[in-house]
């Protein structure tokens, strides 16, 4: 055990934490949105656009996220047009590539996530709304989205924790996060299980910070109070 | 489509062993993962509470810290300590491990993590008089398990391994940081040398979500095998 080497590689590593975590918010929060609109377009009775988020969903759930970083970040640049629009500004940078192929992913979980909780509120509490003289509209916004989003807390919170997992294939597009800077730690001091174990003791902290957040927000927002 | 040609102008026959590579990678990854749940699934469900520390310990450090730095530890420090442990026996010369090998036990020590929480699940999930009528009955707890709980244990299971399954499908696109030429790999190379990343990275997509199709049927025949009767 190479206790100095835990110790001066500690900060750096710490440093590179704040990459992974600005990874992480960034594609989450689009994530979240893009999820939410899918799941929409799931509950829609025109089969087009049924099928056209089932097969969104499909595709980014059945590949690696790997391949899907690689065709946005390798691929993309190959198109001639893309280099010409404004988007080459966006393309060309690893960091924005990285947060787009993992909010199209974490987009397609979560909206599986948010259909299925749709899917199980009960058809009596619409029918209580409508009932009520209330508008579709408002009761789609007001009644179903704020149930929807409590019931798929505990399945929103394991998609947070892999995909801050996820956030370790940035590395793989030249990012230095916190797994990247621990790989290059690694094979320039072939040192791998001390950095394993600091590395790893930071990852093991963020998921137990996001493990009891939405523990607590699960007891928050529960119906038996 | 020549870029896909058999033979030495395409890519065709080299992407096709890739995939067997990555089909081959999963499967000692899914076994070495039964493995350890084999081993880890009675620790969590033990008395002791030790042994639960334990079973607790793998699957949580396991399943919260990202795969990649688990490939980086076995890819860098294998060799090593395989080094150390034939220095104690007085062998110094450079071991070097097969990138197979090393993939598919990391691979599988992560995949083994979630099929033991796949496996206490279904047999916390068992009806408690089971445990019962067989004590009662005097079979022993051999037989206990092998006749009448890993049954009904599958059956609970199986659906949840399906998950597993594609989990460390996915996973194993990962181990082409080790050089292991699987499909990502392969597609790494192509892409290089034909300059042409966008086509052969979709390809490889497409091998995947292939695979992950091919097998979900497939579980799901198993599935309907092992609910008869219910």
New interface residues.
């Given amino acids: 055990m190479d206790f100095d080497l835990m110790f001066t590689s500690f900060p750096k590593l710490l440093g590179a934490t704040v990459v992974t975590l600005k990874l992480l918010s960034a594609s989450l929060f689009f994530g979240l949105f893009l999820g939410l609109f899918f799941a929409i377009l799931r509950l829609n009775k025109n089969i087009f656009i049924n099928k056209f988020a089932y097969g969104y969903s499909?595709?980014f759930r059945?590949?690696?996220?790997?391949?899907?970083i690689?065709?946005i970040y390798?691929?993309?640049g190959?198109?001639e047009y893309l280099r010409t629009t404004f988007l080459w500004v966006i393309l060309k940078e690893p960091y924005w590539c990285a947060i787009i192929a993992f909010t199209l992913n974490t987009g397609a979980y979560t909206s599986e996530i948010l259909r299925s909780a749709f899917q199980t509120i009960k058809p009596g509490i619409i029918e209580a709304g409508k009932s009520l003289g209330i508008s579709n509209k408002i009761i789609f916004y007001k009644i179903q989205i704020p149930i929807a989003i409590r019931q798929s807390l505990p399945a929103y919170g394991n998609e947070i924790?892999l995909m801050?997992?996820?956030?370790?294939?940035a590395?793989?597009v030249t990012l230095m996060d916190l797994?990247g800077v621990?790989?290059y730690i690694?094979?320039t001091t072939?040192k791998?299980?001390e950095v394993?174990i600091v590395?790893?003791g930071i990852?093991?902290f963020m998921?137990?910070i996001i493990h009891n957040v939405i523990k607590y927000l699960e007891k928050k927002y529960s119906f038996q109070q | 489509m020549e870029l896909l040609a058999f033979g030495k102008t395409g890519w065709g026959d080299e992407l096709f062993y890739a995939t067997l590579m990555t089909i081959a990678v999963s499967i000692t990854a899914m076994l070495v993962g039964f493995f350890f749940a084999l081993i880890f699934t009675p620790l969590k469900l033990s008395k002791y509470k030790t042994l639960n520390l334990v079973g607790n310990f793998y699957t949580t450090v396991i399943r919260g810290v990202p795969e990649l730095l688990v490939i980086y530890l076995f890819f860098f420090g294998g060799s090593g300590a395989i080094m150390y442990v034939a220095s104690i026996f007085g062998y110094y010369e450079y071991i070097e491990i097969n990138a197979f090998i090393t993939g598919s036990m990391a691979i599988g020590i992560i995949s083994g993590a979630y099929s033991t929480e796949v496996f206490r699940g279904a047999i916390q999930s068992i009806d408690k008089g089971q445990f019962e009528a067989a004590k009662v009955l005097g079979i022993n707890k051999f037989g206990q398990f092998y006749k009448i709980i890993l049954p009904q244990m599958l059956r609970l299971a199986i659906p949840n391994l399906s998950n597993v399954w594609q989990i460390t499908l996915k996973d194993t696109s990962l181990i082409s940081v080790t050089g292991l030429v699987e499909i990502m790999r392969q597609s790494y190379i192509a892409a290089g040398s034909t300059r042409d990343p966008l086509f052969f990275y979709s390809f490889a997509a497409v091998l995947y979500l292939l695979l992950t199709y091919v097998s979900m049927k497939l579980i799901n025949k198993l599935e309907v095998r092992y609910s008869r009767g219910y």
């Fill in positions: 499909y595709i059945g590949t690696p996220l790997l391949v899907q690689f065709i390798f691929g993309l190959q198109i924790i801050m997992k996820g956030t370790s294939l590395s793989t797994t621990a790989k690694i094979s072939f791998p299980i394993f590395a790893g990852y093991l998921t137990f």
